[in-house]
């Protein structure tokens, strides 16, 4: 068997292919009934050896891997996606709507006020920015947490003030948070550069998708479509116009519209026109001269989903019923990117994930509190997208 360079590719000797040889040419050159086994003085040092030639074999292969981006892992990786400009995204932080009852004028500051969780006091929250009550009262506040990555907070969990100070009295959560993510994996990372590489030649609606993933390479959906028609289109796009639909995060989303704006300016051909539920400004060049132009987009339209389920317990393994609420909804709100309707029968599978079920004999679902369908479909509209919450669930367990 050829190893090295082939015409296949790089075929590696391992540490087993490497012995198997060591003994037949020790037995073909000094003597052909040498002790060569693996309990034996010189079965051994072959073992150490053969070890240490493995490990080398396998930086060969690695270095041959790292001019093929599908094999290639870790900074390899990196260092191809450096070539056009493109970087591993971060962690990024989870966020959190809070109820905060205020006195008026008191001012939540990042970084000083924190909240958290009631049982688990190392997991704190502090305001996204500044926010000073305009009136004493609930005022709904945006809080992310202090570290980075998937850490969850299903509803009622943030109810403690870890930073007391006069004019905050209480805090509560309504909703659950929207974890953060870990830094972005080879696969993922492999996916953006496919897409980044479509930003070369014209500024198709695929080279628009791409710049703003390029740009934004935290945000969990991206599509744009184009209208190069001379009449409105069925989903309402004006005439030879583009719409991207983003989804950044919920409740709050993550990216800056100015930036989003200026993204698609720079990538959108001349005399395109854009369209969207939101905008942000971006400059232009017209003529020699910079100028402001408010560019459209498209933040999906949340849709609340109520649901409740009828589930017959196992003798044993049942995680209750908040974990089992906890799991439900973190696989529902994965699953549902924008314009993916509501399938009763995948929400019915859900209730099997965390185990100690053995039916689920119903589970009802609609937009609004008690829900009564059972076995429908809900219609989840192209800019709009489904959202699930434990406060949103209910679990009859028997």
Same mark, same amino acid.
């Given at each position: 068997?050829?190893?090295?360079?082939?015409?296949?590719?790089?075929?590696?000797?391992?540490?087993?292919?490497?012995?198997?040889?060591?003994?037949?040419?020790?037995?073909?050159?000094?003597?052909?009934?040498?002790?060569? &086994?693996?309990?034996?003085? +010189?079965?051994?040092?072959?073992?150490?050896?053969?070890?240490?030639?493995?490990?080398?074999?396998?930086?060969?292969?690695?270095?041959?891997?790292?001019?093929?981006?599908?094999?290639?892992?870790?900074?390899?990786?990196?260092?191809?996606?450096?070539?056009?400009? +493109?970087?591993?995204?971060?962690?990024?932080?989870?966020?959190?709507?809070?109820?905060?009852?205020?006195?008026?004028?008191?001012?939540?500051?990042?970084?000083?006020?924190?909240?958290?969780?009631?049982?688990?006091?190392?997991?704190?929250?502090?305001?996204?920015?500044?926010?000073?009550?305009?009136?004493?009262?609930?005022?709904?506040?945006?809080?992310?947490?202090?570290?980075?990555?998937?850490?969850?907070?299903?509803?009622?969990?943030?109810?403690?003030?870890?930073?007391?100070?006069?004019?905050?009295? &209480?805090?509560?959560?309504?909703?659950?948070?929207?974890?953060?993510?870990?830094?972005?994996?080879?696969?993922? +990372?492999?996916?953006?550069?496919?897409?980044?590489?479509?930003?070369?030649?014209?500024?198709?609606?695929?080279?628009?998708?791409?710049?703003? &993933?390029?740009?934004?390479?935290?945000?969990?959906?991206?599509?744009?479509?184009?209208?190069?028609?001379?009449?409105?289109?069925?989903?309402?796009?004006?005439?030879?116009?583009?719409?991207?639909?983003?989804?950044?995060?919920?409740?709050?989303?993550?990216?800056?519209?100015?930036?989003?704006?200026?993204?698609?300016?720079?990538? =959108?051909?001349?005399?395109?026109?854009?369209?969207?539920?939101?905008?942000?400004?971006?400059?232009?060049?017209?003529?020699?001269?910079?100028?402001?132009?408010?560019?459209?987009?498209?933040?999906?339209?949340?849709?609340?989903?109520? +649901?409740?389920?009828?589930?017959?317990?196992?003798?044993?393994?049942?995680?209750?019923?908040?974990?089992?609420?906890?799991?439900?909804?973190?696989?529902?709100?994965?699953?549902?990117?924008?314009?993916?309707?509501? =399938?009763?029968?995948?929400?019915?599978?859900?209730?099997?994930?965390?185990?100690?079920?053995?039916?689920?004999?119903?589970?009802?679902?609609?937009?609004?509190?008690?829900?009564?369908?059972?076995?429908?479909?809900?219609?989840?509209?192209?800019?709009?997208?489904?959202?699930?919450?434990? &406060?949103?669930?209910?679990?009859?367990?028997?």
């Amino acid at each position: 068997m050829s190893y090295g360079v082939t015409p296949e590719g790089f075929v590696r000797k391992t540490v087993e292919n490497i012995i198997d040889e060591m003994q037949d040419d020790q037995l073909s050159t000094m003597y052909d009934d040498l002790d060569v &086994s693996d309990e034996s003085v +010189l079965g051994q040092q072959n073992a150490i050896v053969a070890n240490q030639l493995g490990e080398g074999w396998e930086q060969l292969e690695q270095l041959y891997n790292c001019g093929d981006v599908d094999a290639v892992e870790d900074r390899g990786l990196e260092n191809l996606c450096k070539l056009i400009g +493109l970087f591993r995204a971060g962690d990024t932080k989870g966020t959190v709507v809070l109820n905060c009852t205020l006195t008026s004028g008191t001012t939540l500051t990042p970084s000083e006020q924190f909240a958290q969780n009631h049982d688990q006091p190392d997991i704190r929250w502090t305001p996204v920015e500044p926010f000073t009550a305009p009136s004493t009262g609930i005022h709904g506040v945006t809080f992310e947490a202090e570290n980075a990555g998937p850490i969850p907070a299903v509803a009622g969990t943030i109810t403690a003030i870890a930073t007391p100070i006069v004019g905050w009295s &209480s805090v509560s959560q309504p909703n659950d948070a929207e974890p953060g993510v870990r830094i972005e994996d080879n696969t993922r +990372l492999r996916q953006r550069r496919v897409r980044e590489l479509a930003t070369m030649g014209s500024a198709t609606t695929r080279a628009i998708a791409a710049k703003l &993933s390029a740009a934004f390479p935290g945000t969990i959906s991206l599509a744009v479509f184009e209208n190069d028609e001379d009449v409105i289109d069925d989903d309402g796009r004006p005439p030879h116009s583009v719409e991207a639909l983003i989804y950044d995060g919920f409740p709050e989303p993550t990216e800056n519209d100015d930036r989003i704006a200026q993204t698609i300016a720079d990538a =959108a051909a001349g005399g395109i026109a854009t369209f969207g539920n939101k905008s942000g400004t971006a400059q232009v060049l017209d003529g020699t001269e910079l100028v402001n132009r408010t560019v459209h987009f498209t933040r999906p339209t949340p849709n609340f989903i109520y +649901l409740e389920f009828d589930i017959v317990k196992a003798s044993s393994g049942y995680p209750g019923d908040a974990d089992l609420k906890a799991v439900i909804a973190k696989h529902a709100n994965e699953l549902h990117l924008p314009g993916v309707d509501v =399938a009763w029968s995948l929400l019915s599978s859900l209730a099997f994930i965390a185990g100690g079920v053995t039916k689920c004999p119903q589970v009802r679902l609609g937009f609004s509190p008690s829900p009564t369908d059972h076995e429908v479909d809900l219609t989840i509209a192209l800019r709009e997208i489904a959202r699930f919450d434990t &406060s949103r669930i209910v679990i009859n367990a028997t």
